[in-house]
Each structure stands twice: as structure tokens, then as C-alpha cells.
């Protein structure tokens, strides 16, 4: 019996259950389409370089055509299998990057550099020292990938790119350079594992002091077991190209360049969003107070749900400070920001009344392009609402049509998208709970747990977590964290006894006092 609990707890929130629409279904049909020509490109590119590797054999006049076609295909086969293997990691990791042109290109693009690069340095050493091929950046793509894609990714991707680099891009002698396979392989997982999320601009330079250390003393160790002579240019080499990596990493992301070419937002990003001095932020603070500060609550509390189920926290805390930025262009139709009057909202029709509640999400969406938030923070303000039925207003049209025939339910929902991605439905949960449990009168701890269970259980009968991917188990360690997150909110507090009033002395002394100071707590 707990076994099948556990089971059940762990299962998904299945986007079977959410009947997806025809749209969405046609639209998964026409990326799988796409999916075919893109991996063609993707090989095609690689194969030129290829064939760019071995254009001495193809210029080798005492070859017959026969033969170079043959050696090509040899020296292509392992690039190949390299590649189908890769293939097949993306399809099952990373569809996203396989279904778009606009994420290929940058990631077939900063896959080719150190292929590319390679071959030029190895060329270029040839008429040297022989060592510019261990300037090789596989760390700085290794490390461009980890901040775009994750460490799997890149650490993936740099195991491959060694064995390309080592095996066919420097020939067959190479096959035998077993100090330069270990050096790029260990910097690139380096350089892989140890970029992460990038909060401090210093980062990238550390990493790559780290990735500089690793390759010296890689081939320090390489050469010694060898028993070949330290030779002190390669270490120098090896060390400069991890210093180097960092800084070009740094580089690109100062410029955006990751940024744009793969489509993502670093945590430098957020971390500059969330300045409470962002010009919307300040716009929202005088346009909207109580939204402003409705937003500043909600995101301690989504931050703490992210933190809990092992998501990205620093972008829910962020776009909890944005979500209800649409707001600003009617922010006196919602309560938060209702300074005591009569509401607005009597005056107008329960459908009239929907239509300006539902239409803060649109509106802010279009605010959010205009001030250049990152599309993270846009889907966050599009689905944090998802498809959720405006409960007061469509009760009020039901009061007054005297029953539900007719009235449409449909007419009377936020607009979506339903929450497509973690953040989103952790949002949503903390958004609607934070919103109720303003509206409790006595908050203790029973009541609070109590309401976040039942506004939990409601969105998930529903069906607005069905796409958001989010497991039972992950929802309830959200739920355990904002019960915690409102109840050190809503504490009870002590009240404080009013000061004793004393009767006032006849003859008061110069330097009595005439009332007892506050106690303190």
C-alpha cells in the first residue's frame, strides 16, 4: 500500500489528462517534420569540415580519385557515428535545440569552432613550435554550452568534440597524442561541471584559472609517465588556453552574445532585473502600490517553492516581481490597489468586469516587450494565470441570470496559456494562495495550511498543472513550502499592554519622568 502511495505521488501531472488542442498537436507534428532537414544541415556542416581536414589528400596528385574518396569516407565514418549518437542525445534531451533553426545554427556554430580552430593552430604549428594546437578552446564551448544548456550538454558534447579534434581533425598522427586528448577532455569537463549558473561576472575567469590548472597538470603528469622530458611551453600553453577560455566566455557574456545566439537568460540577467531601480519596477511602485507590493510578497514566497522542488529559483522570484506588471493601465480595478471607496467593479457588468480582470495578463505581456524583458520573464506573465475560472465575477452573472444556462463558463476564464514549464505552475500556485490568505481573517496556522491544500487541489482537478510537467511529489513539497513561507507571514503577534497613565504630581520633580517608556519586543 505505501509502495502504490509513493507511486502515485511521484507520477506526473500528465498533459494526457489536459486534452491538448488541436493547435498544439498540429504544431508538435510540423517540429517533427522540421526535425529530418535539420540534422541533414547539421551533418552537412560537419562533413565540409571534414573534408576541409583532409584537403591535402585531396589535393595529393599521385591519389586517384577512387582513393581519395575512400580515405574522406574513412576519416568521415567516426565523425558519423559521433554525430548520430549526438543526434539521438538531443532528440531525447534537447528537442527544443532540434525543432528550431534559430537554436541549431548557434549550437552547430560553437560545436565547429574548436574543430575549426584546431585544424588552423595545428597547421599553424607545423611551420612553429608545434604547441599553438593546445590552444584548442574546447573549454570555452564546453563552458558556452553549460551556461546554455546545463553541465549534461556540455559535458556530452566535449567528449565528442576530444575525439573529433584527437582523431580525425590532426590527422593520423593524432591517434598517438594522448596528452592532448586527456588535456582537451578533462579541460572541456572541467569547464563543463564547474561554469554552472554565472552570478558574479569574476565567475567565467575562475573557471577558467581552474580549466588552466587541470590542463598543466594534466600534461605535467601525461609527459612524466611517458618518460619524456618536461617540456615547460606545452604546461604554458595548457594554462593560458583555460585563462583564455575564461575570458572570451566572459566576453560573450558581457556582450549578450550567449544570450542571443542560444536563446536563454543568465542569472547575471535576472540578478540585474531584480533591482528594485528597474524603470518598470519604479513605474509599478507609483501606478500600482498594492500590486508592487502584492509582487514583492509573492516572490519570497515563489522563490522558497522553487528552492524546494530544485527549480530555477532566482528566475521565479524575478518574474514574480513582473507577473502583474499588465496591471498599470487600470490598476484601480483591482482590489490590492482600492483605497477604501466603493469598488469600481459595481458599477459595471459581470462580463465587463472579466474582461478588464483577464485582460491585465495581455496587457502585460505587451508591456513587457516594450520595456525588453527576456521571453522567460514574458511566459511567466502570459501563464500565471493559466485558463483559471474568475470565480467572483462569473457567481455574480450567475446570481443574476437566476442559473447557469445562460451563462458560458468559458466567457468567464483568464485567456492562457495553461503553465508550460515549472516556474509557471509554481507561480500560479503561489500567486492564488498569496492572493486568498490576504482575505483571511484570523490566519493561524490550521486555516492557512487548510486553504493552500484546497486552493492547490482545485488547480490540479482543474487541469491547469497538465503541462506544466510538474510531478505530485514536486507539488506537494511546493504546497509544504508556501504553507510554511504564509504562516511565518501571517504569525500571530503579541499584543502590547497599553502604557499606565499616572497621575500628575503636584510638585513634579525637575527631573522626573512623566511616562513609562514602551517595553520592548
Known amino acids: 500500500m505505501a509502495t502504490s502511495k509513493k507511486k502515485q505521488k511521484n507520477r506526473r501531472v500528465s498533459p494526457e489528462k489536459s486534452g491538448l488542442t488541436d493547435n498544439g498537436a498540429k504544431s508538435e507534428k510540423i517540429a517533427y517534420d522540421r526535425l529530418l532537414p535539420v540534422l541533414l544541415v547539421s551533418l552537412i556542416c ?5 573534408a576541409l581536414a583532409n584537403y591535402e589528400v585531396l589535393r595529393d596528385s599521385s591519389l586517384t580519385w577512387s582513393q581519395q574518396v575512400l580515405h574522406l569516407a574513412g576519416s568521415s565514418g567516426q565523425l558519423l557515428l559521433l554525430v548520430v549518437f549526438y543526434g539521438l542525445y538531443l532528440m531525447r534531451f534537447e528537442r527544443a535545440v532540434v525543432h528550431s533553426w534559430r537554436r541549431l545554427v548557434p549550437h552547430v556554430i560553437f560545436a565547429l569552432i574548436p574543430i575549426i580552430a584546431a585544424k588552423v593552430l595545428d597547421e599553424f604549428g607545423d611551420r612553429t613550435s608545434g604547441n599553438a594546437v593546445y590552444y584548442t578552446p574546447i573549454a570555452l564551448t564546453a563552458m558556452a554550452f553549460a551556461i546554455a544548456h546545463g553541465s549534461r550538454t556540455a559535458a556530452y558534447l566535449t567528449v565528442l568534440l576530444s575525439v573529433i579534434v584527437v582523431a580525425i581533425v590532426l590527422g593520423p598522427e593524432g591517434r598517438v597524442r594522448f596528452d592532448l ?57 595548457a594554462a593560458m588556453n583555460g585563462l583564455l577560455c575564461g575570458a572570451v566566455v566572459l566576453m560573450l557574456l558581457s556582450l549578450g552574445v550567449i ?52 527549480i530555477n529559483a532566482l528566475l521565479l522570484r524575478v518574474g514574480a516581481y513582473f507577473h502583474d506588471v499588465g496591471k498599470i493601465n487600470k490598476p484601480e480595478y483591482f482590489s490590492e490597489n482600492e483605497t477604501g471607496g466603493a469598488s469600481l467593479h459595481n458599477r459595471l457588468s459581470p462580463a465587463m468586469s472579466t474582461l478588464i480582470i483577464s485582460a491585465h495578463t495581455k496587457d502585460g505581456t505587451e508591456i513587457a516587450h516594450d520595456y525588453g524583458l527576456p521571453e522567460p520573464i514574458i511566459d511567466l506573465i502570459q501563464q500565471h494565470h493559466g485558463t483559471t475560472l474568475i470565480e467572483y465575477f462569473y457567481r455574480k452573472a450567475v446570481d443574476e441570470q437566476g442559473g447557469k444556462a445562460g451563462v458560458k463558463e468559458e466567457f468567464f476564464r483568464h485567456s492562457g496559456p495553461k503553465p508550460r514549464t515549472k516556474e509557471a505552475g509554481v507561480l500560479m500556485l503561489a500567486d492564488a494562495v498569496e492572493s486568498a490568505s490576504r482575505a483571511l481573517t484570523d490566519p493561524t496556522s490550521s486555516r492557512i495550511e487548510r486553504q493552500v491544500h484546497d486552493i492547490v487541489s482545485r488547480k490540479l482537478m482543474d487541469g491547469q498543472m497538465d503541462e506544466c510537467n510538474l510531478t505530485f511529489a514536486e507539488v506537494h513539497r511546493a504546497e509544504e513550502s508556501l504553507v510554511k513561507s504564509l504562516t511565518h507571514i501571517y504569525h500571530g503577534r503579541v499584543k502590547y499592554p497599553k502604557p499606565v497613565e499616572k497621575k500628575a504630581s503636584k510638585t513634579p520633580s525637575p527631573t522626573s519622568e512623566s511616562y513609562d517608556p514602551l517595553p520592548l519586543g
Open 46 to 50: 560537419l562533413l565540409a569540415v571534414v
Open 259 to 310: 544570450e542571443y545566439a542560444f536563446r536563454v537568460t543568465t542569472d547575471l540577467t535576472l540578478l540585474e532585473l531584480s533591482d528594485q531601480n528597474h524603470k518598470l519596477l519604479r513605474r509599478l511602485a507609483l501606478e500600482a502600490p498594492g500590486t508592487y507590493h502584492h509582487s514583492q510578497i509573492l516572490g519570497g514566497l515563489a522563490e522558497a517553492a522553487g528552492s524546494a522542488i530544485g
Open 181 to 237: 586528448m586527456t588535456m582537451l577532455l578533462a579541460g572541456g569537463i572541467v569547464g563543463s561541471l564547474s561554469t554552472g549558473r554565472i552570478r558574479r561576472s569574476s565567475r567565467p575567469l575562475k573557471v577558467g584559472f581552474t580549466v588552466g590548472v587541470v590542463q598543466a597538470a594534466l600534461v605535467v603528469s601525461t609527459q612524466v609517465a611517458g618518460g619524456a622530458q618536461l617540456n615547460p611551453s606545452v604546461i604554458f600553453v
